[in-house]
């Protein structure tokens, strides 16, 4: 599909951040364009996305901006999560290590116990991961791992993130 004609270079410097990198909330587009003034930011995506080039879905206190017909619901849900750090460090750790407990979770990560019980909660609730329950214990699964690994791959540029340089490297190693 063939970037829109807009009329403003603001507006073309915002469509094509939003389409580079999906799933960005205001802040976050106003310093990828260094510093955009934020009323004149907020202007322009309201006008993006009237215009049907831009849509936005909320999550929690964050509105999200995507391309307009480009990235489906479940696409949105996963990206919205993989652009929350926790999140994002949660599910590269399930994918790599498909059915772990709930302990081990807890260990992996140098964060209070009602911190990764809340990304977790958030993650099942949203159906990014499934739990589990083994006797007493808990395991969690990502149920849908490739559609995840693939918005993963496909957006990797976009995280500047060493933890998913690292999985995909691993992942590519493992699933050749």
């Known amino acids: 599909m063939d970037e829109p004609v807009l009329e403003l270079e603001t507006a073309r410097r915002i469509y094509r951040c939003i389409n580079k990198n999906p799933g960005l909330h205001l802040r976050k587009i106003q ?6 003034p934020t009323g004149t930011l907020q202007y322009q995506l309201t006008r993006l996305e009237k215009d049907n080039l831009i849509s936005s879905k909320a999550d929690g206190r964050y509105k999200r901006y995507y391309t307009a017909g480009k990235i489906g619901s479940a696409g949105k849900i996963i990206l919205s999560a993989l652009r929350k750090d926790v999140q994002r460090r949660i599910i590269l750790y399930l994918l790599l290590n ?72 691993v992942w590519e190693e493992l699933h050749p």
């Open 31 to 36: 310093r990828q364009l260094d510093n955009i």
């Open 98 to 169: 498909p059915g772990v407990k709930h302990k081990d979770i807890l260990n992996q990560f140098d964060l209070s116990p009602s911190t990764i019980s809340f990304h977790l909660k958030n993650l099942t609730k949203s159906g990014i991961t499934t739990q589990r329950k083994i006797g007493r214990e808990v395991e969690y699964l990502v149920p849908n791992e490739n559609e995840v690994v693939k918005i993963i791959m496909d957006h990797k540029p976009t995280f500047l993130d060493k933890l998913v340089d690292e999985f995909t490297k």
